[in-house]
């Protein structure tokens, strides 16, 4: 007869689940952020002036997968420090942006500098959506809808 055995640890499912939760929490937060800041940039169509794509597509196609990249390679080299942290998300922005700049055609430089800006800018959403876990699907789902809604 086979015994269940009581261990203490979270089922894989569940922390998977928190852990894209709070992935999409923080690209929403992130882009609301963002959104206000380019409120006082001219732009047309959404797009920013001087910046290839859109904020949205900038945000969740070129800086989510990069962020997840870094969180692999935090997880690799079992770093739980700030600070190596955020030099590596810097690192994944700075690739990010030099990514957007390839692929859609703008300045490597300024799509760098700010790949930078919004990837530290997004692990910083992440700590903070790790602090309230109550307000990971606020973000997640509410708040990117209600900004491509009103922007």
């Known amino acids: 007869m086979n ?10 499912r569940l922390s998977a689940g928190m852990y894209a939760l709070t992935k999409l ?8 952020l ?26 969740y196609a070129y800086g989510l997968p990069a962020a ?3 969180d692999a390679l935090l997880r690799v080299f079992r770093s739980t420090s700030l600070v190596p942290a955020l030099l590596l998300y810097a690192a994944a922005g700075y690739g990010a942006g030099l990514w957007i700049a390839s692929e859609q055609g703008g300045d490597a430089v ?18 903070a959506g790790e602090r309230q ?7 997640a789902l509410f708040v990117p ?3 491509l809604v009103l922007f």
């Not at 055995?5 to 894989?12: A, E, H, I, R, T």
């Not at 963002?34 to 945000?59: C, K, N, R």
């Open 25 to 32: 929490s923080a690209a929403g937060l992130t882009f609301m």
């Open 110 to 127: 300024t799509c760098g500098i700010a790949g930078i800006f919004a990837l530290l800018l997004f692990r910083l959403a992440q700590l």
């Open 133 to 139: 876990p109550l307000l990971l699907p606020v973000f």
């Open 3 to 12: 015994k269940i055995k009581d261990y203490n640890l979270p089922s894989v």
């Open 68 to 70: 997840l990249v870094a």
């Open 34 to 59: 963002v959104s206000l800041v380019m409120l006082g940039f001219p732009h047309t169509d959404g797009i920013p002036e001087g910046w290839p794509t859109s904020v949205p597509y900038a945000i």
């Open 145 to 147: 809808l209600l900004c």
